[in-house]
């Protein structure tokens, strides 16, 4: 059964660091695309980052060079490394699996329960 | 950025009765969109893929069309647990994946 787990969510002050883990079981994350998409109290999705199995790695604008999307292939878990947090970094974040077929990317199909990051003083 | 545009932001109807939701992009995404079902406290639900396909264990009352700017949800006749958000999301190229802004589709 494929399961994701996140973790690493809690209070931050700005300016503040926190590294978000999702630990998969299931399925392979290196062999996968792995998405992270967060959703503001009340609003809609964001996408922030992907990380493909290749290893290429791509962010949204609004958090391109604050964050960092990686992965631990022998703990089969992906990680968010967020710097220099900001009030809208608040969220709810979630990892997701993209749904391959035939070798192309078709909507993320999995998703972990979501973690609550605040950033407040 | 592609950004896509949902309407009508709120949908009031009734049990049984037809749903469509619209999503436009602001340049083609070909066939790379997909729709998904979110309800409150809950992480969102793959309905439909590549415009068109339903998701694994999706019923048969959710469908998709379009190409290009233009895609539709249709839910045929709504059942009870319909009544959610629905977000649209396309990822026309490698780089970058958006989100339209969602529709609340509440019983009337």
């Known amino acids: 059964e494929v399961q994701l787990v996140e973790s690493g969510g809690g209070l931050v002050q700005p300016g503040g660091s926190l590294r978000l883990s999702c630990a998969a079981s299931?399925?392979?994350?290196?062999?996968?695309?792995m998405s992270w998409v967060r959703q503001a109290p009340g609003k809609g999705l964001e996408w922030v980052s992907v990380?493909?199995?290749?290893?290429?790695?791509y962010y949204a604008d609004s958090v391109k060079g604050r964050f960092t999307i990686s992965r631990d292939n022998s703990k089969n878990t992906l990680y968010l490394q967020m710097n220099s947090l900001r009030a809208e970094d608040t969220a709810v974040y979630y990892c997701?699996?993209?749904?391959?077929?035939?070798?192309?990317?078709?909507?993320?199909?999995?998703w972990g329960q979501g973690t609550l990051v605040t950033v407040s003083s | 950025e592609i950004v896509l545009t949902q309407s009508p932001a709120t949908l009031s109807l009734s049990p049984g009765e037809r749903a469509t939701l619209s999503c436009r992009a602001s340049?083609?995404?070909?066939?790379?969109l997909a729709w998904y079902q979110q309800k409150p406290g809950q992480a969102p639900r793959l309905l439909i893929y590549?415009?068109?396909n339903r998701a694994t264990g999706i019923p048969a009352r959710f469908s998709g069309s379009g190409s290009g700017t233009d895609f539709t949800l249709t839910i045929s006749s709504l059942e009870p647990e319909d009544f959610a958000v629905y977000y649209c999301?396309?990822?026309?190229?490698?780089?970058?994946?958006?989100f339209g802004q969602g529709t609340r589709l509440e019983i009337k």
């Open positions: 997701a699996r993209e749904a391959l077929y035939s070798g192309s990317p078709g909507g993320f199909d999995y």
């Open positions: 299931g399925f392979t994350v290196s062999s996968n695309y």
């Open positions: 990380i493909y199995s290749g290893g290429s790695t």
């Open positions: 340049q083609s995404v070909s066939s790379y």
């Open positions: 590549d415009a068109s």
């Open positions: 999301q396309q990822r026309s190229n490698w780089f970058s994946i958006t």
